[in-house]
């Protein structure tokens, strides 16, 4: 799930706040992709997420050590899971 465009387009590199935030990347032993994590969108290029975030709904080690992590869905991931 991903959500935080102001312009609701979705769109990498569009909809941005003016600025980009700095990675702060998460290394898989602190938090792995696992079902409820909520990380940062960014683009391909290093420090380019901004108000945009997504809820994993699966495990993704694909994308361990890559994005900046910094929450998890305790309860209500069935509601996430409706969306």
Known sequence: ???GCPE???EAG????GYWLKDELTPPSVMKH???VVGACRGPE???AACR???SMTAAPSLDGATTLFGKVTTGL???RKI
């Open 53 to 55: 975030f997504y809820i």
């Open 1 to 3: 799930i991903e959500a």
């Open 8 to 10: 609701c387009s979705g």
């Open 46 to 48: 290093e420090h380019s």
């Open 14 to 17: 569009q909809g941005h706040i």
């Open 78 to 80: 069935d509601v996430a």
């Open 34 to 36: 696992e079902e409820g």
